[in-house]
T-cell receptor, first 115, second 108 residues
Framework: DAGITQSPRHKVTETGTPVTLRCHQTENHRYMYWYRQDPGHGLRLIHYSYGVKDTDKGEVSDGYSVSRSKTEDFLLTLESATSSQTSVYFC??????????????FGEGSRLTVL | GQQVMQIPQYQHVQEGEDFTTYCNSSTTLSNIQWYKQRPGGHPVFLIQLVKSGEVKKQKRLTFQFGEAKKNSSLHITATQTTDVGTYFCAGNMGDMRFGAGTRLTVKP
């Protein structure tokens, strides 16, 4: 498995609180992604990064922000968590942009419950 | 928004039976990838198809990409209990759009 670590793996929080999920990779891959997985929806892209301090929005970015200050770390922040953000969050990395031939390597996932 | 539709949502088979899942897109795809996610696990890359009409095989798994590059299928011959999991397609339409997945269960 690719060297991807997500933390925390499980978190329960209350509506309105801020939450930060961390993704750490040891593969030195340029591209990093945050997906959420919900039943009936597959995986949906939240934000992605194509380099340090270079990020962009994905399909479902509302309510989320990201930061990438180092190649190895990609943070996902929920400024004020809502129940609709209860989900399993996956970080993924690739060494080439998925527009071409990029295989995605996924982390183990972070299960977030917002009460 | 643009979507990749995947059917069926669930499939329950007897061990030894075949299994097929289908993906369809309303737009032409640059390429399509397939992933498998075991229960409680994370998605793992299986294969990528790029060319129109492409067919690739991995042991009992056969992957096809349609001539118009708008549909794809994954066929498993003689399923085994180790095939259990959810199979996702991901179509490249500028970014990777995942289908909702087909959850396969296999009865021994």
């Amino acid at each position: 498995d690719a060297g991807i670590t997500q933390s925390p793996r499980h978190k329960v929080t209350e509506t309105g609180t801020p939450v930060t999920l961390r993704c750490h990779q040891t593969e030195n891959h340029r591209y990093m992604y945050w997906y959420r997985q919900d039943p009936g929806h597959g995986l949906r892209l939240i934000h992605y990064s194509y380099g340090v301090k270079d990020t962009d929005k994905g399909e479902v970015s509302d309510g989320y922000s990201v930061s990438r200050s180092k190649t190895e770390d990609f943070l996902l922040t929920l400024e004020s968590a809502t129940s609709s953000q209860t989900s399993v969050y996956f970080c993924a990395i690739s060494d080439v942009w998925t527009l071409t031939t990029g295989e995605l390597f996924f982390g183990e996932g972070s299960r977030l419950t917002v009460l | 928004g643009q979507q990749v539709m995947q059917i069926p949502q669930y499939q329950h088979v007897q061990e030894g039976e075949d299994f097929t899942t289908y993906c369809n897109s309303s737009t032409t795809l640059s390429n399509i990838q397939w992933y498998k996610q075991r229960p409680g696990g994370h998605p793992v890359f299986l294969i990528q198809l790029v060319k129109s009409g492409e067919v690739k095989k991995q042991k009992r798994l056969t992957f096809q990409f349609g001539e118009a590059k708008k549909n794809s299928s994954l066929h498993i011959t003689a399923t085994q209990t180790t095939d259990v999991g959810t199979y996702f397609c991901a179509g490249n339409m500028g970014d990777m759009r995942f289908g909702a997945g087909t959850r396969l269960t296999v009865k021994p």
